[in-house]
């Protein structure tokens, strides 16, 4: 076989694999780690099944992560965040049938592709879904534009867990018509996140504003929460999660709800 075929083998799959993995995580992520409708025979014989749902459901969506890029509890703040090599090895058991299938019936190399595109796909998910909520200001590509379109992708499936179920490669949930609309209090999240940018300097100055207030009171309800455990006072009123815009402010900022001063680009 030919270098040129080899190669042309490669980058097929890659892309075919792209495809099909996007599909598993749609229908991984919604069958099973959202919803519990198999036969109760089916997760007595695998409990693993039953610890899918709760782990990611019940725990990471509904314990942990109110807040989309803040866990106070040390206990949840990379719970769930990460695919464990054991539930790779269970996807490319899965898969290996089609993969001794490309072996014989198209190139070894075809097969190591599909194969490398598996654990490269959840690699990267771990990676990316990490920064998403416990954002590193050194992390090279979280300023990049393909970054900050599935932080944004991913912020709306918790906003709306019944829609948005790709991390990485988002294909399925646009096939299958899956993709949540951003209402403005989730534009406004966005903004404050840095997901989202505006255009005009004013409207910048603002969502500066707003992203100072957030951080102030996130550190004033943490030390509130510490000094509770300690048994001691925290002067000053309690503090929400949202940052104090007034209602006037959002207005202004997100006039007549078209949200026509924002980018979705870099």
């Given at each position: ?10 980058l ?25 409708r198999?036969?109760?025979w ?8 039953r610890?899918?749902?709760k ?20 206990a949840?703040?990379t719970?769930?965040?990460?695919i464990?090599?054991?539930?790779t ?37 771990g990676?990316?879904h ?12 979280a ?10 992708h ?41 997901h ?9 100055a603002?969502?500066?504003r ?8 996130r ?10 455990r300690?048994g ?17 402010e959002?207005?202004a ?14």
């Amino acid at each position: 076989m030919s270098l040129a075929t080899t190669l042309l083998h490669v980058l097929c799959t890659a892309v075919a694999a792209a495809f099909v993995i996007s599909f598993a995580e749609f229908a991984i992520h919604r069958h099973l780690m959202h919803r519990q409708r198999l036969p109760a025979w089916v997760y007595r014989v695998l409990p693993d099944l039953r610890n899918q749902f709760k782990n990611h459901a019940v725990l990471h969506h509904g314990t942990y992560y109110r807040e989309f890029d803040h866990e106070p509890d040390p206990a949840g703040k990379t719970f769930n965040v990460r695919i464990l090599w054991g539930d790779t090895l269970r996807l490319i058991t899965t898969f290996s049938p089609l993969m001794v299938g490309l072996w014989f019936l198209v190139s070894p190399a075809s097969a190591l592709t599909f194969l490398s595109m598996i654990v490269l796909h959840n690699l990267m998910w771990g990676v990316v879904h990490m920064q998403m909520h416990v954002p590193r200001e050194d992390a090279w590509f979280a300023r990049t534009g393909y970054f900050r379109f599935i932080s944004r992708h991913h912020f709306m499936h918790h906003r709306q867990t019944g829609k948005n179920y790709n991390v990485v490669l988002p294909f399925a949930d646009f096939v299958l018509g899956r993709v949540a609309v951003r209402r403005p209090s989730d534009v406004r999240e966005l903004l404050r996140l840095g997901h989202l940018s505006p255009r005009r300097d004013d409207s910048l100055a603002r969502v500066r504003r707003m992203q100072a207030q957030h951080l102030a009171a996130r550190a004033h309800h943490e030390a509130h929460l510490a000094a509770q455990r300690a048994g001691q006072h925290v002067a000053g009123a309690p503090v929400t999660a949202q940052a104090p815009m007034s209602n006037a402010e959002v207005d202004a900022l997100f006039a007549n709800d078209a949200i026509r001063d924002v980018v979705d680009g870099t």
